[in-house]
Structure formats: C-alpha cells, structure tokens
C-alpha cells in the first residue's frame, strides 16, 4: 500500500476556484456581450475579440518574459478585464486598435505592475478605460448612433449620448433625450456594455445568485446615486430658461434617468464588485457603494466630464484598504 | 429553527453509515492502553509486569487535577510499561497488556436490564465520575468530573447535550439515539442532576429526522429533557456555537461555557455516563464508526478503548483499498490524519475514516483574490486571510491583537477559499507562536 497523506485539518474543500469565479463572470458578461452586438453590429464582437485576446497575450508575455512566473492566463481574470474594457469603449472603427492601447495599460500597469491577480489596487479595466479616455478624447467620446448602424459595417454615423447631450446644456437635449423604457433596453447611445440596463441586470442576477458577489455594493451605488440625484432633482428639476437671451437647460436631471444612462449600471454591478478591489466586510461594501454613488453625481453634475463612474470607482478603489482597516466583521461575542 | 447566527459552511453531509448497526469488534490478543487518552496530564500506571488484571481495572491513576483515570478495557497479564506512540506518532506513556479470556471486575453489571433509578447525590455522581474515568467525547476529552464540578461563584443554568453530529461521515452518535435512546435520556437527566439545572437540551441537526423523532417520543418519559432540532450548518457542534444556537447566549472570547451559566457535554458521553453511574462499567469501550465512499462496506462498530486502527479495519473491512490516500481521526472538517495505523485508539475517537486518493489530496494553491469568503465563513468573526498574511511575516503580536486565539480551528475558511490557501494551517502555527510569545513573557 501506498504511504498516507498527512496533513492538518480540514480534509475536504467546497471545489471553490478562482477559476469557477472568474468563468462565472464571464458567464454573466454574455446577455451585455450579446446586446452591443446586436445593437452595434460585428464591431462589438471584433473589440471584445481583441480586448479580450490582446489581455490575454500581454498576461502572457509579462509572467514569462518579465516576471518570469507560471503562467495564469487560464485563470479567465485577464479575459474579465478584456471584457470589460471592451465594454466601456465605443462602438467604432478607431477602436480596433486603441482597445490594443488601452489592453496594454490595464494588464500592464493595471494588474501585473503590481504583481498580478489579487495585488492591484485599482479594477485594471478601469485604469485601462481612464488612460484611453485621456489619452483620446475625440475617439473615446464619439458614439455610434444606435439607430443608424449597420451590422456589417464598422464605419457608422455617430450621435450624442444623453449625458452628452445634457453636458452641451442645449436646451432641445430635453426633447431630443431617451425615454426611460429605452434606456433600460439598451437604444439609445452609449459605450457597448453601457446601453441595456436589462442586459446587466440579467447578468447581476447570475451573479448574485452563484454567490459571486453580493447584493452589498450594487445597491448602496445606485441607490446612493438615485436617491442624492432624486434630491438635487427636486429642489431643482431640469427645465429650459432663457440665460442672456438663450435658452438653455438649467437644473437637474431626474433620478431613473439618472441611473439608467451612462455606465452606473455597468460600473455598479460589475467593476465596483470586482473582489480585489472592494472591501471585504458587508458595512465597508455599503461605504464603497455610497461612496461610489455619491462622486458619480458629483461628478456629472459639477465635474468636466459628463460621466463620473470610472473615476468614482478609482477613486473609492484608493480608499479600499483604509476601509478595509476601519470595518472589521462583527467578532463572536463582542 | 435555531442555528448560530455567525458565519459557517455546509460541507457535502456523507452520512453513508447511517444504517449501519452498532457491531461489536472481537477483543485482539495484544492490548497498549495509553496513559493519556484525554485532556491534561497523563495519568499514573500503577500495574506493574507480570500483573494480572481484569476488563475495568483501574491501571492508571489521575494524580494531576487535570487528568482522569485509565483502566484495563481486557483481562490478562501486564507485558511491560513503556511509551508507545499514538496515531499521530507522539510517544505516549501506555500499559502493554497480553490478553487472557475476557474477565471483567465483578462490580459492573453487565446485564442488559435497563437500570432508571439513580439515588446518587450531586457530589456524589461527579466523583463517580471521575472514578469511572469518564471525558468528553466530542473530542476534546475533558475530563467530565472538572466540567461537572461548578466552580464556586458560578452558577448553571443550562445542561446541553450536543447531538448535532455537524461533522461530515460520523454516525456514530446517531446510532447511539437510535439504538440506545433510553440509556442515553438516563444518562442526561443524571448529568442534569449533578448540575441542578432544570432543563437539559439535546441538539440534533435537522439531517437526522428519525434520530430527532426517536429522541423525542423517548424523552417524554423523562422529566426536563428538550430536544432542540437545529439547521444543518457546519460547526454547529462547536461547543460556543451550539449554546448560542440553543440558548442565544455567547461566550466571550477567553471565557468558558460556565461564565454564561452553560455546561455543554456530547452525547456520546451522556451514554457514557450511564455505563458509568448506573452500571459501574469505567469507559473501556467506544463507539466508531469506519466509513469512506470507497470502502466495500459501511461500519458502526462497538470496541475496547484500545484496539488499533488496523485491528478495526481488520475486523470490519478486511483492508484499506489500495487507492487508499488518507485516514482520518475524526470528521473530514476537524478530524486527524493518522499517520501511525498500529496505533491504538483512545477515548473520544469517533471515527476511522478511509479518503481516496483523489479526494485526499489539496488543490494547488493560487494568489489571494480577497473576496472575504474566508470571514464571511468564519463562526468566530475573525479574518483568516489577514492572519496568514500575518503569520507568514512573523507578525505575531498584531496576530493576537486581531484575535488569532479566539479560533477554533474548525475549518471553514480554508474549506471556502477559493484560492485554495491552507489557512486553517497558517493559523494553527500562528496560534502556537503567540502561545509560545506569551509563555516567553512570563
């Protein structure tokens, strides 16, 4: 007979992976995946493919070239960060190739600068998506205009997004705005992985569900940008004046809208829950979920750029370890 | 229905020895009684070579306060007196006995008369039962007179009996229920006389629907015995956690059950304490149960404390499988691997437990993604992911700041990490290293 294993107590595990976890995000990106391509054509699928292929590559040749490690490629979390970097571009044909960039930043200085899976500070996505949208305004903020694409062709006429629209202070974005109902099913313009509400929720439900995340962050974000939006909405709803002879919108904008444009719903459920860089214990999920809420609004009403989430969430990431030291779980009996 | 409130896992269940009856193991013709078979002190040999002695001898004596007496679970002639080592390959001090017929002392009754009555005093019962060597037998071996022994200033109010049999395979405790559910219910309500206190709660998790109905109808014959049925959750039979799913109650860290007027004893020793009190029968016999998905049959079987692991395996399943790659002490989620299959067993095994190679072996490990699981499945409130970072730097004082000692070492964080980091391990080391930092201080 063969000698006994020895070892410490327990002797079974749940079959638990990091793979099983990351595979399951992936599963829960498809309805989103399935939406922009069906909204935006094959240039969705052709940026997600080389989003995604392109992390996965640079993965690869930094843990052999550089870090000289093991290989984890396989792990599927370079193929979560491909995804949603893709998601979080537009719908263009200048994309092909800046996606590339934006690959490169988010595994390179993202992830594996810091060491890799599990070390990084900050959701690699989103340093990806900020440096591309920094380093290429005009291309990272011209969006297709959903009702003119056509599925096999990548050059596509491009209109505004609501937060766009509402940014410029026109005083015809009133009328020209989505209706809620579309914004929740995905026409209207956007990033590919912003425009269906529907989409992702279909995905947050997987999720929540398998237990990969809970219900925690998802709904201190939005509900925190609901209900502060709800409030400024209130003292002042959006409406059209005339400024020095020009009618201009003035005021702002109402809570569902609120939320269901640009990337809260995106940001909310799937990057703000990313598990390397949220807290850990349920009262500091809540502070990074309203803290997340709140900048988010503050920085779309008062800020530069007509969308807050990927800075938000940035910059409640860099705060994640000193929440991490302040809620601790409840201790047996104390 | 009640369960603790904090944290825990639900390992797959495995009870695929429910069926099978309590068989008795044939008595083997060499016995090595070990000196220390519970908690504490071992105690004191006092049979020399060439003695004879009888089944329930006394042949080691509890001269420590924290000891408990060994006696002679065979008849026969004392070979020698020297350590032998026990399962986990730790030399231990043992009386070496070759077994002659099977003669027991003639004060124990071994009829098959139940015996109700019990005139005892309090005090009385609690130096019966350090007579009779009784410990606790969930493991930890606590000498029973010491737990039974209310420190002045403190006062019990709750006897509870931990039925709940959280750990995956075991059945033995459930065979006891169904097949000694009387002897059982005697032996609580002598526990509760000892005590004082007016209720005893028996906890049995919600998976053993017959045992619970079992122990339900035999309890109304008895006066102050509640069976409380508890959610099938892992560790529910820990001892802090099971009084806080009966009672709501919870120990402070540091503190023992008796500081929140609780006295938690398995019900394995309740049937113990039976033999013991009712008839005169020292614990020199236990209740295993050999089990494994693997294995050609399923086993509960009744042997002298004593007999070693491969004499049990002899008489129940011939031979370990040949892709046998680990047998355990225990449970899969507390259990010991052992290493030393000639050992022989002692009071509180519960199990002889025979894991493939397949599912003996640990998936490798990968790179900390914090995700939390490990302190959301912690029963005690503490964070095992900081702990092993902690440890692994040598950062023991912030480890007992953080609480490292509060652990009870049951496993589900290691079980839930998806990671697959050996954390229970890194946290056992840490704990003996703030021991060993605190007995340096002194």
Redesign the interface.
């Known amino acids: 007979m063969n000698l006994l294993n020895i070892s410490g107590s327990p002797h079974v595990h749940s079959d638990e992976s990091t793979k099983k976890i990351m595979w399951r995000v992936n599963m829960a990106l498809i309805p989103t995946l399935l939406v922009a391509i069906a909204y935006f054509g094959i240039s969705a699928l052709l940026i997600s493919l080389i989003s995604v292929l392109s992390c996965m590559l640079f993965q690869w040749l930094i843990e052999k070239y550089i870090l000289k490690v093991p290989s984890t490629v396989c792990d599927g979390s370079a193929i979560v960060t491909g995804l949603l970097l893709a998601f979080n571009v537009p719908a263009t044909a200048s994309m092909l190739w800046i996606v590339v960039i934006g690959a490169l930043v988010a595994i390179g200085i993202g992830k594996m600068a810091f060491g890799g899976l599990g070390k990084n500070p900050f959701n690699p996505a989103l340093v990806g998506r900020v440096f591309l949208l920094i380093s290429f305004p005009v291309q990272m903020t011209t969006w297709p205009d959903i009702s003119k694409v056509q599925f096999f062709g990548l050059d596509t006429v491009t209109g505004p997004t609501p937060l766009g629209m509402l940014k410029e202070r026109g005083a015809e974005a009133l009328d020209n705005l989505p209706e809620v109902w579309d914004m929740f099913l995905g026409q209207v313009g956007g990033s590919f992985g912003e425009v269906s509400a529907l989409a992702i929720l279909l995905g947050t439900a997987f999720l929540l569900w398998k237990k990969v995340i809970t219900w925690h962050i998802p709904v201190a974000f939005i509900g925190t940008a609901a209900i502060f939006s709800c409030i400024l909405w209130l003292v002042n709803p959006v409406h059209v004046e005339a400024v020095d002879g020009v009618n201009q919108l003035v005021g702002y904008i109402d809570p569902l809208t609120t939320i269901l444009s640009g990337g809260i719903m995106l940001g909310a459920c799937f990057m703000a829950t990313d598990m390397v860089t949220s807290p850990m214990a349920k009262s500091g999920q809540l502070i990074f979920g309203v803290g997340c809420g709140l900048l988010t609004v503050i920085i779309r009403t008062w800020g530069a750029y007509p969308e807050g989430v990927s800075f938000a969430i940035l910059l409640m990431n860099s705060v994640t370890p000193l929440i991490n030291r302040w809620c601790k779980p409840q201790r047996f009996a104390c | 229905m009640k369960t603790f409130k ?1 944290g825990g ?1 639900h ?2 269940e495995n009870k695929i020895s429910n069926d099978a009856a309590i068989e008795v193991i044939p008595v083997p013709s060499q016995m090595v009684v070990l000196m220390n078979q519970h908690l504490g002190a071992p105690a004191t040999p006092i049979v020399q070579k060439g003695d004879k002695v009888k089944v329930g001898q006394l042949i080691g004596e509890a001269q420590a306060f924290m000891c408990a007496n060994v006696h002679s679970p065979v008849s026969g002639t004392v070979a020698k007196v020297e350590p032998c080592k026990d399962a986990f390959g730790l030399a231990k001090p043992a009386v070496y006995i070759n077994v002659e017929g099977d003669e027991w002392m003639e004060t124990i009754d071994r009829t098959p008369d139940i015996k109700r009555e019990c005139t005892l005093e309090p005090k009385q019962i609690v130096d019966k039962l350090k007579e009779m060597g009784i410990v606790g037998l969930g493991g930890a071996t606590f000498p029973a007179h010491i737990k039974y022994n209310v420190p002045e200033g403190k006062k019990a109010e709750y006897l509870i009996i931990n039925a709940a049999e959280c750990e ?1 395979y075991l059945t033995s405790d459930y065979r006891v229920m169904m097949e000694h559910a009387e002897e059982v219910c005697i032996g609580v309500s002598i526990l509760r006389k000892a005590l004082g206190v007016p209720n005893a709660y028996i906890g049995i998790e919600m998976n053993k629907p017959q045992a619970i109905a079992k122990m339900q109808e035999t309890a109304k014959q008895f006066e102050g015995i509640v069976i409380e049925p508890l959610k099938v959750k892992y560790p529910q039979g820990a001892e ?1 956690q099971l009084i ?1 799913a009966v009672t709501g109650r ?4 540091g503190k023992l059950p008796i500081d929140v007027g609780c006295v938690v004893s398995n019900l394995g020793t309740s049937f113990a304490v039976y033999e013991a009190i009712q008839k005169n029968k020292p614990l020199i016999e236990n209740i295993l149960t050999v089990t494994g998905k693997k294995l050609p049959s399923q086993h509960n079987c009744l042997v002298r404390i004593g007999t070693t692991y491969n004499d049990i395996i002899k008489h129940t399943i011939g031979e ?1 499988p ?1 892709t ?5 002490s ?1 449970g ?8 030393n ?1 000639d050992a022989p067993t002692v009071k509180g095994n519960s199990s002889v437990l025979v ?1 493939d ?1 397949n ?5 490798p490990e ?8 490990c ?2 499945a ?6 095992p ?1 900081m702990f092993s970072a902690l440890v692994k730097n040598n950062r023991i004082e912030e480890a007992k700041e953080h ?1 490292i000692l ?1 652990c009870i ?1 049951c ?1 589900c964080c ?7 980091k ?1 954390l ?2 890194e946290i ?1 080391l840490g704990k003996n290293k703030v021991r060993a930092m605190m007995a340096a201080k002194k």
């Open positions: 904090m896992v390992p797959e995956p802090k806080n919870k120990v402070p860290s370990l040949a046998t790659g680990k047998v355990i225990g899969t989620m507390m259990g010991k691997a052992v290493v299959l894991m190679e599912e003996a072996r640990r998936n990968t790179a900390c993604i914090r995700c939390g699981k302190m959301h912690c029963p005690m409130g503490l964070e992911y609480n509060d070492e496993g290691f079980f839930s990490c998806p990671a697959n050996p229970t391990d056992r």
